[in-house]
Nanobody
Framework: QVQLVESGGGLVQPGGSLRLSCAASGSIFSINAMGWYRQAPGKQRELVATITSSSNTNYADSVKGRFSISRANAKNTVYLQMNSLEPEDTAVYYC????????????????WGLGTQVTVSS
């Protein structure tokens, strides 16, 4: 069984910072891309940032220059450093990983965490 467990969400004032973490565990053969998506109330889930196994990154235009994604491959962990937070960043943030896991064979699929709430409010 494979899990993605997020941590680091919470309530922060506008202009503040938070750091999200997501650790993958289980019968993992390899991890390709990892990243973060978010979903605000009444809106569709949207990409925030992704990072490949070779550390190539991609960001949504709305977070460029404010958010930074990184990963620790030895720990199967991805991070999202969020600075200069705005009320519009309020959402549930979901961790994502494209992984090859060991079952009866090798299985390549997308996996998601359960989400962590980020609220930006004064």
């Amino acid at each position: 069984q494979v899990q993605l467990v997020e941590s680091g969400g919470g309530l922060v004032q506008p202009g503040g910072s938070l750091r999200l973490s997501c650790a993958a565990s289980g019968s993992i053969f390899s991890i390709n891309a990892m990243g973060w998506y978010r979903q605000a109330p009444g809106k569709q889930r949207e990409l925030v940032a992704t990072i490949t196994s070779s550390s190539n990154t991609n960001y949504a235009d709305s977070v460029k220059g404010r958010f930074s994604i990184s990963r620790a491959n030895a720990k199967n962990t991805v991070y999202l450093q969020m600075n200069s937070l705005e009320p519009e960043d309020t959402a549930v943030y979901y961790c994502y990983a494209r992984m090859v896991v060991v079952t009866t064979t090798l299985h390549d699929d997308n996996y998601w965490g359960l989400g962590t709430q980020v609220t930006v409010s004064s």
